[in-house]
Nanobody
Framework: QVQLVESGGGLVQAGGSLRLSCAASGRAFSSYAMDWFRQAPGKEREFVAAIRWSGSMILYAASVKGRFTISKDNAKNTVYLQMNSLKPEDTAVYYC?????????WGQGTQVTVSS
């Protein structure tokens, strides 16, 4: 089992920044690629970004490339999503996940709301 706990969501004005964190624990979590997904009201969950603990893979959705940065701290078993130049359309529940492209484990989600 892998446990994932997100934090860092909140309310921010358009153009602002937020950093999400995902603390991972459990058996063999380091063997999984770590991802961020998001789900806006009335929409399907969508991929945002992914990274391997080795750093050998970093991927972004086209909608966030150049604005969001995924990173990791192996010593803290934590993955981050730095979100800059936020737009109202970035409003969603953001989920941390383990496994790419089809995650096996999910966090509980953290709400990000961007006001215009």
């Amino acid at each position: 089992q892998v446990q994932l706990v997100e934090s860092g969501g909140g309310l921010v004005q358009a153009g602002g920044s937020l950093r999400l964190s995902c603390a991972a624990s459990g058996r063999a979590f380091s063997s999984y690629a770590m991802d961020w997904f998001r789900q806006a009201p009335g929409k399907e969950r969508e991929f945002v970004a992914a990274i391997r603990w080795s750093g050998s893979m970093i991927l972004y959705a086209a909608s966030v490339k150049g604005r969001f940065t995924i990173s990791k701290d192996n010593a803290k078993n934590t993955v981050y999503l730095q979100m800059n130049s936020l737009k109202p359309e970035d409003t969603a529940v953001y989920y941390c996940a383990a496994g790419y492209p089809r995650p096996d484990y999910w966090g509980q989600g953290t709400q990000v709301t961007v006001s215009s």
